[in-house]
């Protein structure tokens, strides 16, 4: 997708990914984890977990969403300036194949990053054993927002 | 949205979609229950629940699309004959107002019915007290399947 | 959809409204006219025509597009203050029944309105005699901007 | 985005897309000629034309859907067998950029290869003499259909 090299604008834009994503009760329910995180970039891990499925038994497609929906939503959050909060406006999801796998690897990336709007790319691949495959993609638009009422950088 | 009124083609599309519910873990995982049902449509309700909030509180974005689906994909089940298994093929997601409230209640119905391809839409909305408003909509597109391999109807 | 009625920021809104929709070039080159305009809403009318065709005689899906993009646009420009701008971040159509008829109506409405994000509904309609028949729809997410280069309110 | 190598199913893959592109009444109307095709790709190109613009004078984001749908159709068509039709159900598009130059390059690749359903990727760039800036993407799902009335492969 000619994805670019981005220049962080925030210096501690590690930290303050790693901080909120801590802050995300939904991450730690579904057991995730940043494998990598670099500026416009990031990739989280998460574990086959039963409770997580759908009616087949495979990981429930909006489980998959929510993992990409904060996977983009932190690639673009670590290109934003420091009193930034992130907000997804929106996002939209193929499934492509079932998500059956041990575990689940999310990787998003910045495609293009504006003042107001950051619109981020991610897939998921399933992980059995060695093999890897891509079960599902995202597009999703993410907004800076500033000094909004319960809205935290 | 000019909603239609469908004659089921399936006489047990209470009993299958209920029993296809009962299946998804992560409908459990999340409190969902179905607070009603008919041909083509359906209403799932789930409370508040702090283990699926992202970073300022709110119930995730990508957990209100895991309602979304399981609900487009009911409202769509419930018109299929009784041989199909039903799968999501995409769906799209805006992000209208922060998820907070007490309870939420999400509410799908088919739009366009088809042999293969049947595209629904849903909308949350949360439940504050006596008040509601709407948070999120969906448009998603689903699919009968027979006779694959792992999808049982 | 659960629309609501909308009080316009600019008493112009009818004349910013039909000024911007003169300047679109491509409005023309469909054969579009407003046939009706209110604060947060609009329903657009053109006819069919050969030259905009896919490959099955059908209207183009990319054209209905169009026009629905322009109806989104307009329905949330109709909303914003005297010096806003409108431009389309994203939207998502779903292609519902072949796009064959006489002529087409589309029609949009405001579903969210936000100081920067605008979110609307359009609905395409074919014209047959006295039968219409919904044959796409689209969810878009408008923005309005303010003192940029090169796009003019 | 991973792309794979695909197999055509029908050794006529370039001349029945071709013949197909042909008859996209369109495609002729936006200038649209087809640059390069393979198994699972094609790349197409329009000049810029003032009949196809909006307001501020860009091309309208429904003309470069248009095109992108039609990339993204014949991406997938090049790999469907000799007896199958091509529909778009859905597509979902970001704008990413004003659509200003001087010609637009639009490439589509097939990213899920299905029997029924075939998930495509499209960019668009403008070109100003050597530069060129990717203003748009698409996600569109294309259905294969067989013997269906008024729907010619």
């Known amino acids: 997708m000619g994805i670019h090299e ?3 604008r925030d210096e501690n834009f590690d930290g303050k990914v790693r901080e909120s994503f801590a802050l995300q009760e939904a991450m730690k329910t579904i057991g995730c984890s940043i494998d990598s995180l670099e500026a416009g970039k990031i990739e989280i891990h998460f574990p086959f977990n039963k409770a997580l499925t759908q009616q087949h ?15 983009c939503g932190y690639a673009a959050f670590s290109l934003m300036p420091a009193d930034a909060a992130v907000l997804s406006i929106e996002f939209k999801v193929n499934l492509l194949s079932p998500a059956k796998g041990d575990a689940f690897r999310v990787v998003a990336n910045v495609i293009r ?6 619109v981020c790319a991610a897939e998921t691949f399933s992980i ?3 093999k890897q ?8 638009t993410m907004m800076a927002v500033f000094d909004r009422e319960g809205i935290k950088n």
């Open 57 to 71: 038994g495979f990981i429930h497609a909006g489980i998959l969403s929510t993992v990409m929906d904060s996977a």
């Open 133 to 140: 495959k891509r079960v599902a993609n995202m597009t999703g």
């Open 113 to 118: 990053l504006g003042k107001t709007i950051t």
């Open 6 to 8: 981005f220049e962080p």
């Open 128 to 130: 059995n054993g060695t």
